[in-house]
Each structure stands twice: as C-alpha cells, then as structure tokens.
C-alpha cells in the first residue's frame, strides 16, 4: 500500500487552462497526466494563483473577445511580460504571436512571441489532416499532430526558436518561457508536450522535474 505524501500537490507546479472557449477538458486531462495540478482560469484571480498556463485550440476571435469581456487580457499581458510560462496550442498560439498576418476585426493577441503567424494556413475545416512531426526537444520519436483550421508562423524573430516545420512552414516554436503549436498534440493521448511544457513550469517555479517523475511512475 502506498501512503500518499502531503507535499507531493504541494511541489507539482499548478497549470491553468484558459476557459474561455476550445478544448479545455482535454488540456486538463493531459497537464494531470504530466504531472500538473490542472486548474481552468477564467477570472483574474485565478490567474494570479497559477505557475503557467495553457491558451487552448478554439477560435482565436473568440477567445480574444472573451478575454477582454472577462478583464483578462491586460492581466495576461503582464504576467506574460513578467515570465509566466504559456503553452498555446492552435488558437493559442495565435494569441502568443506579436502579430497576426490577417487578423479579424478588432482581434487582439497576448503577444510575447516575437513571430507573425497566418491564421487558418492550412484551410478549412474540411481540410484537417493528422501528420507525424518530429519536435526539438521532445525524445522517443515524432509526435502526432492533428492540424484543424490550423496556423503556421510566417515570420520570426531573432529571439524565437522554431522547435518543428511542417512542409516549409513552422508548425511549434518556442521563446524563453512561451511555447505555441499549430496543432493539437492535447487530442491525441501522447502527454510528451504537456510533459516539456510541465517540466518549463516546473523549473521557472523552481520545482523538481515533477514531469520526468509522474513519466517515470507510469512505466
């Protein structure tokens, strides 16, 4: 029999998924399984008690619009400017890029990516697709991406690191604490890039590989 230890939710970083709109629920999953305590942040507060933070897959319209309705966006701004680690997928990374290429009308982003990103690149809805993309930074072979109404980057600066490309086009890219995906490696059940963005987490918290751990309880 196994005692659970007290200090074990005490030293998992806490992660907020961004509840506005998108896939929240499955962000969820995955942060828990990676060795999280998951959390949903909806109200301003909640932001100020979270380690990091995912902006999920959505619409990125929406998800804009919403922050500003909820008073969330200049809070995201700031804590963005002061080190939080974000993880956006899809939707998300569009609301990490500086600038949108094509944006909605009265869209505005987080920012905090110096990178330019191309809303819907890879079509419409219809024209989903799923593809094997091998990660920097990310061990034991490609991931599996499922791309939906998905962006690519079209510009990046000097400080941001393209982690993958797909077919010409950077499909992950990382800056210091920030990490954004076009696609959504949350639908697939493959936890590796919650687990990076945990152990990112866990270190800007100064916590133990808390990633590494619940990775290697599992086997």
């Known amino acids: 029999m196994t005692i659970p230890n007290p200090a074990d939710a005490v030293l998992r970083p806490a992660v907020g998924v961004l509840a506005l709109q998108g896939d929240v629920r499955e962000h969820l999953a995955a942060l828990t399984a990676a060795g999280a305590r998951a959390t949903t942040v909806r109200r301003p507060e909640e932001l100020a008690a979270v380690d990091g933070l995912v902006i999920p897959g959505g619409e990125s319209t ?13 809070p995201l ?34 920012g905090g990516i110096d990178m330019v990103v191309r809303r819907n690149a890879f079509g419409r809805q219809n ?37 993958a490309s797909y077919e010409g086009h950077p499909v992950a890219v990382r800056q210091g604490p920030l990490l954004a995906t076009a696609f959504h490696p949350e639908l697939t059940g493959d936890t590796r890039v919650h687990r990076l963005f945990t152990d990112m987490v866990a270190l800007a918290a100064g916590a133990p590989d808390v990633a590494g751990e619940a990775a290697g309880a599992g086997r």
């Open 127 to 163: 024209e989903s697709f799923e593809a094997e993309i091998a990660l920097a930074g990310i061990e034991g072979g490609p991931v599996h991406g499922v791309f939906i109404r998905a962006p690519w980057v079209e510009s990046v600066g000097a400080g941001a690191e393209v982690l």
């Open 62 to 74: 929406t998800i804009s619009k919403l922050a500003v309705a909820f008073g969330l966006m200049e």
């Open 77 to 110: 701004r700031d804590r963005v400017r002061a080190g939080l680690p974000v993880y956006g997928s899809c939707a998300g990374m569009i609301m990490l890029a500086d600038g949108i290429l094509d944006p909605r009308s009265g869209q505005e982003t987080v």
